[in-house]
């Protein structure tokens, strides 16, 4: 009950009330609004929730000329904060919040309007309702040869004698594979699926160009990329629309972060499991 007190008053601070001692419209105050409006206009889906990626800010003249001086990476960070509190509320989006201002000469001052704008998301992806292709219809391509592990080997230690020692069960100079060494390869397991991934990684997304395609308007085309390191496997967001967690943490675009073996791997509320290959 004194939630419901606090957010009623809240709501007149910055509406009625604010409005009669407010002469213009803020950015703080856009960002709030556009945010209650992507709250207010989400859709229900079967198993997700969309918001809309498109909104149209309505000024007062004066408060329209005034904000655009301010430049556009204005609409920028508006509309980074619409993609950040849809991530945080789990909401779908079909495309990344694109906010666009107008004039609306009806309006008075320190007055504004937001229409949030839906689009059919399959619309938007024409390529989304076919089913994912094997990978054997494409031309076949050589299988190529194991990739040797990189970096610098360490030479077995000589004995005083100067001869080589042999290790237990083996040869001299005979390569032991390391314990808890990294997969040399991963496997995507999505709804029963299975998608393999090589010595060399790839790219998972919606276009058929990836090497893991998962047919779903949630996925940007190129969403995210798995790759080998020194260290181990890492995966990296490609700057999708609906973000890359793994095992219930963010990845920023741009910072790859570690994968490993039996990690769960969310693509905006798309989830797969992360295996070591064969």
């Given at each position: 009950?004194?939630?419901?007190?606090?957010?009623?008053?809240?709501?007149?601070?910055?509406?009625?009330?604010?409005r009669l001692?407010?002469?213009e419209?803020?950015?703080?105050?856009?960002?709030?609004?556009?945010?209650?409006?992507m709250e207010?206009?989400?859709?229900?889906g079967?198993?997700?929730?969309?918001?809309?990626?498109?909104?149209?800010?309505?000024?007062?003249?004066?408060?329209?000329?005034?904000i655009?001086?301010?430049?556009?990476s204005?609409l920028?960070?508006?509309?980074?904060?619409?993609?950040?509190h849809?991530?945080?509320?789990?909401y779908?989006?079909?495309?990344?919040?694109?906010?666009?201002?107008?004039?609306?000469?009806?309006?008075?001052?320190?007055?504004?309007?937001v229409?949030?704008?839906?689009?059919?998301?399959?619309?938007a992806?024409?390529?989304?309702?076919?089913?994912?292709?094997?990978?054997?219809?494409?031309p076949?391509?050589p299988?190529?040869?194991?990739?040797q592990?990189?970096?610098?080997?360490?030479?077995?230690?000589?004995?005083?004698?100067?001869?080589?020692?042999?290790?237990?069960?083996?040869?001299?100079?005979?390569?032991r594979p390391r314990?808890?060494?990294?997969?040399?390869?991963?496997?995507?397991?999505?709804?029963?699926?299975?998608e393999?991934?090589?010595?060399?990684g790839?790219?998972v997304?919606r276009?058929?160009?990836?090497?893991?395609v998962?047919?779903s308007?949630?996925?940007?085309?190129?969403?995210?990329?798995?790759?080998?390191?020194?260290?181990?496997?890492?995966?990296d967001?490609?700057?999708?629309?609906?973000?890359?967690?793994?095992?219930?943490?963010?990845?920023?675009?741009?910072?790859?972060?570690p994968l490993?073996?039996?990690?769960?791997?969310?693509?905006?509320?798309?989830?797969?499991?992360?295996e070591?290959?064969?």
């Amino acid at each position: 009950m004194l939630r419901d007190i606090e957010s009623k008053l809240a709501g007149l601070v910055e509406g009625t009330f604010g409005r009669l001692f407010r002469s213009e419209v803020t950015p703080a105050e856009l960002a709030r609004g556009l945010a209650r409006e992507m709250e207010a206009t989400r859709r229900q889906g079967l198993d997700r929730t969309w918001a809309a990626h498109r909104y149209d800010v309505y000024l007062s003249p004066d408060d329209h000329e005034r904000i655009l001086r301010l430049g556009p990476s204005l609409l920028e960070e508006l509309s980074n904060h619409l993609l950040v509190h849809a991530r945080e509320q789990r909401y779908a989006l079909a495309h990344t919040p694109v906010v666009r201002l107008h004039r609306g000469d009806e309006l008075p001052p320190s007055r504004y309007g937001v229409a949030a704008i839906h689009e059919d998301p399959d619309a938007a992806a024409p390529d989304a309702a076919a089913p994912s292709q094997p990978r054997q219809a494409e031309p076949a391509a050589p299988i190529p040869a194991p990739r040797q592990p990189t970096g610098p080997v360490a030479e077995p230690r000589r004995a005083r004698s100067g001869r080589v020692p042999t290790p237990p069960g083996g040869a001299p100079g005979a390569a032991r594979p390391r314990a808890g060494a990294p997969p040399r390869s991963l496997v995507v397991v999505l709804e029963g699926r299975r998608e393999p991934l090589g010595p060399d990684g790839g790219v998972v997304g919606r276009s058929r160009e990836c090497d893991v395609v998962i047919a779903s308007a949630e996925v940007s085309r190129r969403h995210c990329e798995i790759r080998p390191g020194r260290d181990g496997w890492t995966i990296d967001d490609l700057g999708s629309t609906n973000g890359v967690v793994v095992d219930g943490v963010p990845v920023q675009p741009g910072r790859p972060a570690p994968l490993r073996p039996g990690a769960q791997l969310e693509l905006g509320t798309i989830v797969a499991r992360v295996e070591a290959g064969a």
